[in-house]
T-cell receptor
Framework: EPEVTQTPSHQVTQMGQEVILRCVPI?????FYWYRQILGQKVEFLVS????????KSEIFDDQFSVERPDGSNFTLKIRSTKLEDSAMYFC?????????????FGNGTRLTVT | GDSVTQMEGPVTLSEEAFLTINCTYT??????LFWYVQYPGEGLQLLLK?????DKGSNKGFEATYRKETTSFHLEKGSVQVSDSAVYFC????????????FGTGTRLQVTL
């Protein structure tokens, strides 16, 4: 079964550094998402992306965050200047159709540790 | 706004015990409801879903019924196995919200022999 793949599985960075988290969504999917899960807390929506633009973003997704689909297969999340509170598990997800009944397919996540 | 409330964990059960994990939601309109499972070291996997009132989602022995009158979507399994040990997330997806999911906090299930 096709999978969403994320790299790296674990990223350690110093505060103030830029990080790029990478995702390869399922190939025929059209809708892409980033979520994050701070340890012990709920999974939170960050951003959705469709037709090469952001369709919705949460208040967490401030100017320090950006997303890009640089080619036909990758979907990246960039954090420009990381803060300690950005430490979390970041999940990429994709879906084939936009309806709310269509489920999301998640990757295994990238654990980001900011020191 | 939309929200999901799940029972606090962890839930510890012996193998073959009956499982219920409570989930209630607040939403406008007619959301779809989902249960996702996260096994250790893995991402979130769809377990089951229900898209309208009174629908019952089922998979791998797990069931949940979409109850609009009580705004609930409780997860049940008649006989749990050690391999069911995981974190279970209730979620809702609503129209007009870029189809994003709103998650509960997750409930950790530990099944022992």
């Amino acid at each position: 079964e096709p999978e969403v793949t994320q790299t790296p599985s674990h990223q350690v960075t110093q505060m103030g550094q830029e990080v790029i988290l990478r995702c390869v969504p399922i190939s025929n999917h059209l809708y892409f998402y980033w979520y994050r899960q701070i340890l012990g807390q709920k999974v939170e929506f960050l951003v959705s992306f469709y037709n090469n633009e952001i369709s919705e973003k949460s208040e967490i997704f401030d100017d320090q965050f950006s997303v890009e689909r640089p080619d036909g297969s990758n979907f990246t999340l960039k954090i420009r200047s990381t803060k300690l509170e950005d430490s979390a598990m970041y999940f990429c997800a994709s879906k084939s159709r936009g309806q709310e009944t269509s489920p999301l397919h998640f990757g295994n996540g990238t654990r980001l540790t900011v020191t | 706004g939309d929200s999901v409330t799940q029972m606090e964990g962890p839930v510890t059960l012996s193998e073959e015990a009956f499982l219920t994990i409570n989930c209630t939601y607040t939403a406008t309109g007619y959301p779809s409801l989902f249960w996702y499972v996260q096994y250790p070291g893995e991402g979130l996997q769809l377990l089951l879903k229900a898209t309208k009132a009174d629908d019952k989602g089922s998979n791998k022995g797990f069931e949940a019924t979409y109850r609009k009158e009580t705004t609930s979507f409780h997860l049940e399994k008649g006989s749990v196995q050690v391999s069911d040990s995981a974190v279970y997330f209730c979620a809702l997806g609503n129209t007009g919200t870029a189809s994003k999911l709103t998650f509960g906090t997750g409930t950790r299930l530990q099944v022992t022999l």
